[in-house]
Nanobody, 122 residues
């Protein structure tokens, strides 16, 4: 069992930046970020492999968001730049052992954090 705790959410103006963090209670393989806006399904944001650090991003955030991880600290980061009002959502950290395209699907992750709210004002 792995526990995940996110932090770093908040209110920011459009065009601003935020960095989210997620601390895991143990070692993980794949870690990812998802987001869920009111009335919408949980949406893949990006993921990163534990070995090699290969990253994958949703088209909607490519070039604006960057995922990184510090394996020594069991911590995942999401640097969000050029934020837009459409980025407003609860952001969730996830961990699992998915592979390839399977990592784009929320159901393929085993552990989830409680979520942190990100609100982008226009």
């Amino acid at each position: 069992q792995v526990q995940l705790v996110e932090s770093g959410g908040g209110l920011v103006q459009a065009g601003g930046s935020l960095r989210l963090s997620c601390v895991a209670s143990g070692r993980t393989f794949i870690m990812g970020w998802f987001r869920q806006a009111p009335g919408k399904e949980r949406q893949f944001v990006g993921s990163i492999r534990g070995l090699g650090g290969t990253t994958y991003y949703a088209d909607s955030v490519k070039g604006r968001f960057a995922i990184s991880r510090d394996n020594a600290k069991n911590t995942l980061y999401l640097q969000m730049n050029s934020l837009k009002p459409d980025d407003t959502a609860v952001y969730y950290c996830a961990a699992g052992s998915c592979l390839g395209l399977g990592c784009y699907t929320a159901g393929n992750y085993d552990f989830w954090g409680q979520g942190t709210q990100v609100t982008v004002s226009s």
